[in-house]
């Protein structure tokens, strides 16, 4: 186990609705990234925080935010959900510095927008 | 253009021979960082091997070697004595970006090992 929390495992919500997926980083990382994984395919970057800041961000629209807490915890919130969205949620933590940062992932919330 | 590619959907190998799941990378950054990952049908990603843009030899973690040719801006993953086990789904990713703050993966390669 990598010490990645997520909650909640798997949630079920309709279209228009909002949503918040939480995430508990491994001890001492300090940097926590979010992704979407869409059935068969890869995941994909959604943004990345650091000292409760977004310092990086994909192809995603606006209403897909986030934030990390003083103790590394991130929340991601999803408004105005569409079918599209249903998808498997990953968030993963690492500690800031080269590119060799190892990302440890979480075991992912699977979400369902009806 | 992709910044990932991988180009087999799907692969079978026997137990215990070797093989290569094929990678290719886009990025004009001089610093980047390659990964494998190996996702089982539990969903969890599990991080394999890791391989710097300025690493000069290719990275080996145990069974995992990534054959790495830098002017093919290629990262083939290479399984050896593949086992029961190593059946799930394999992603390449790529880390770029001012910060190493841009993520990438491939769209994986389904591997099935057969006894």
């Known amino acids: 186990e990598t010490g990645v929390t997520q909650s909640p495992t798997h949630l079920i919500k309709t279209r228009g609705q909002q949503v918040t997926l939480r995430c508990s980083s491994q001890?001492?990382?300090?940097?926590v990234s979010w992704y979407q994984q869409a059935l068969g395919q890869g995941p994909q970057f959604i943004f990345q925080y650091y000292r409760e800041e977004e310092n990086g961000r994909g192809n995603f629209p606006p209403r897909f935010s986030g934030l990390q807490f003083p103790n590394y915890s991130s929340e991601l919130n999803v408004n105005a959900l569409e079918l599209d969205d249903s998808a498997l949620y990953l968030c993963?933590?690492?500690?800031?510095?080269?590119?060799?940062?190892?990302?440890?992932f979480g075991p992912g919330t699977r979400l369902t927008v009806l | 253009a992709q910044k990932i590619t991988q180009t087999q959907p799907g692969m079978f190998v026997q137990e215990k021979e070797a093989v290569t799941l094929d990678c290719t990378y886009d990025?004009?950054?001089?610093?980047?960082?390659l990964f494998w990952y190996k996702q089982p049908s539990s969903g969890e990603m599990i991080f394999l091997i890791y391989q710097g843009s300025y690493d000069e030899q290719n990275a080996t973690e145990g069974r995992y070697s990534l054959n790495f040719q830098k002017a093919r801006k290629s990262a083939n993953l290479v399984i050896s004595a593949s086992q029961l086990g190593d059946s799930a789904m394999y992603f390449c990713a790529m880390r770029e970006g001012r910060n190493f703050n841009k993520f990438y993966f491939g769209s994986g390669t389904k591997l099935n090992v057969k006894p």
């Open positions: 993963a933590s690492s500690l800031k510095g080269t590119g060799a940062s190892l990302q440890f």
């Open positions: 001890s001492g990382h300090n940097t």
């Open positions: 990025t004009s950054d001089q610093s980047y960082g």
